[in-house]
């Protein structure tokens, strides 16, 4: 059986006192879209370094394509965009994608890659020169010129305008299309629903949650709204219809589950009156990726 | 104020991964590492016109005392070694520096060049200045008088070892301190070297005391050989060689212990 992507188990890096990743497990299925979703800090970078060979794990196992990271046929077969950098000032940037592309055995062509992510007028312009979202797509473009297998993008849409971040989706469709193997790192919750197939929460080094985006947010829609911390729910409970949940997560946010109608709806509000209380942002929806990361772990995703 | 413009064709980007033959690499490697140094400015005036200002200034006006030896044919195989020790020094402690700082190092790591093919690569470039300075060091030398003596393969034999001399010792300083500490200390090196290594000023001219510990010193050893071989014609002079290849052994043996790649 061909192996997974990536296969995680039990990761362990330290950075002097601290811990950056606390027995994380990660698996990244061939020809699809991983998205490794946490707030700055969480361990994303870390884990995606270690995968390219440029950390080494204190514990745990890891393999890329079925081989360990340092393994040197990975170079080729791997395509890496880092968070930032890597690229002289002074080069220009047609040099630098030509560069790498002569690295590689069948590369693509240069010139229609650096087309395709709206670079082709910056081909003489040196790489200082260029703006963030500029540098950002020529670095996304090293990481696919070589026809790789796996790609590890890390945070590739960071400081893109949003026309440039749809070149980046649409780039990040195709190449899984193609049958290339992606994995990225994110804090855009609606970069992970939107691209990846399978989603990894992950907070201080560890998994708090994965799944399809949908699986992690489910169909049901919710009541949402914020009030004081510490509302005796009990009572509400009881007014709602009997499969219906209420829940405080994290403080002052609340949280109903159920048939959401309009009873549902006028029920609470009744019950909001009754208590003297006032419902801020009350509102109707699906959950996110981002209420699902406020509930696990109480913060914030950035 | 973006300006995209997006072309929408069809790129096949089904894996097809493999890595170009090594040679392929490490010319592709060496010749944007050959471009990066002939634009920078900087670095031109380091490897190029400091050396042959020196050439001209120091034949033309009589500033050093000889003892009556021709001054052009004792500072062409000088300004030659200073040409060596900027490049394969001074450059390339800085360059790789910056590279280290910028990222470079590791982005060329994710990459089918390997380590060595890396450093192959930057040795092949370093040699390539190294042919354009010493073709135009000759050049102006011939035009200022200079008669080369002795043999041609012995002073390529000692400049080799003297760019595996300094390349280790700015490799060294390169993949150890801050790019901002190996900017500042390359050029200080560079001066003092200079200076005090028989480049322009006779090492005779030096006290009695000091004298023995600037012979060891790498350019020392370089503008020594080279003036036996090209001023005097001896033949492949040993003790020189010696001292250069020590050096190239002990930093080069160094830098792979210590060389940090981030």
């Known amino acids: ?285 699906r959950r996110t990726l981002e209420d699902v990361f406020l509930e696990l772990t109480g913060r914030e995703l950035r | 104020m973006s300006t995209y413009e997006r072309v929408t064709g069809t790129l096949d980007l089904t894996p097809a991964p493999g890595a170009a033959p090594f040679p392929r690499m490490v010319l592709a490697q060496a010749g944007a590492e050959l471009r990066a140094t002939l634009r920078n400015g900087e670095q031109l005036l380091l490897t190029l016109i400091i050396p042959v200002l020196l050439l001209v200034g120091f034949s033309l006006a009589p500033l050093i005392d000889l003892g009556g030896a021709r001054r052009v044919d004792f500072l062409v195989p000088g300004v030659l070694a200073l040409a060596v020790m900027s490049t394969a020094f001074t450059g390339q402690a800085i360059a790789t520096g910056f590279e280290r700082r910028y990222g470079v190092l590791k982005r060329l790591g994710a990459t089918p060049l390997s380590r060595s093919g890396l450093m192959l690569a930057k040795t092949v470039a370093v040699l390539a200045v190294e042919v354009i300075q010493a073709a135009v060091i000759v050049g102006v030398g011939l035009a200022l008088g200079w008669r080369p003596q002795g043999s041609f393969l012995a002073a390529a034999l000692l400049i080799v070892a003297g760019t595996a001399a300094f390349s280790g010792l700015g490799l060294l300083m390169a993949g150890t301190l801050r790019a901002e500490a190996t900017l500042a200390a390359a050029n200080l090196v560079y001066l003092v070297l200079l200076g005090a290594g028989g480049v322009v000023f006779p090492l005779a001219k030096f006290p009695e005391s000091l004298r023995p510990a600037l012979e060891v010193l790498p350019i020392s050893a370089l503008t020594g050989g080279l003036r036996a071989v090209l001023a005097e014609g001896a033949a492949l002079p040993l003790a020189p060689l010696g001292v250069l290849a020590a050096w190239a052994v002990l930093s080069l043996g160094l830098v792979s212990r210590t060389f940090r790649w981030e």
């Not at chain 1, 997974?4 to 299925?29: C, F, N, Q, S, T």
């Not at chain 1, 540098?135 to 960071?158: K, W, Y």
């Not at chain 1, 998994?207 to 399809?212: I, K, L, P, Y």
């Open chain 1, 1 to 285: 059986m061909e192996s997974p992507a990536v296969e995680i188990l039990d990761l362990v890096k330290r950075y002097g006192a601290g811990v950056a990743l606390d027995g994380l497990a990660l698996r990244a299925e061939r020809g699809a879209v991983t998205a490794v979703l946490g707030p700055n800090g969480a361990g994303k970078t870390t884990t995606v370094e270690i995968c390219e060979g440029f950390r080494t794990a204190d514990a745990g196992t890891v393999r890329v394509l079925g081989l360990t990271p340092e393994r040197p046929e990975l170079r080729a077969r791997v395509g890496v965009m880092l968070q930032s950098g890597g690229v002289p000032p002074a080069v220009r940037c047609g040099e630098w994608l030509r560069l790498v592309a002569r690295f590689h055995a069948r590369p693509l062509d240069p010139g229609a890659l650096l087309g395709r992510l709206g670079l082709a007028g910056h081909a003489r312009t040196p790489f200082r020169r260029m703006s963030g979202g500029q540098q950002q797509r020529l670095s996304l473009a090293a990481a696919v010129i070589g026809r790789p297998e796996l790609v590890f993008l890390d945070e590739p849409t960071a400081g893109l305008d949003p026309q440039a971040r749809h070149a980046c989706w649409e780039l990040v469709g195709e190449l899984r299309s193609a049958g290339v193997s992606v994995v990225l790192t994110t804090h855009h919750m609606d970069e992970a629903e939107r691209l990846a197939d399978h989603v990894v929460i992950i907070d201080k080094g560890r998994v708090v949650a994965e799944g399809t985006p949908a699986s992690l947010t489910g169909a049901e829609r919710q009541l949402r709204f914020r009030a004081r911390p510490g509302l005796t729910l009990e009572e509400l409970l009881n007014a709602l219809p009997s499969g219906s949940a209420a829940k405080e997560s994290p403080a002052g946010h609340y949280i109903i589950e159920g048939r959401v109608g309009p009873e549902l709806l006028a029920t609470v509000t009744a019950w909001c009156a009754a208590e003297g209380v006032t419902a801020d942002d009350l509102r109707i929806e």
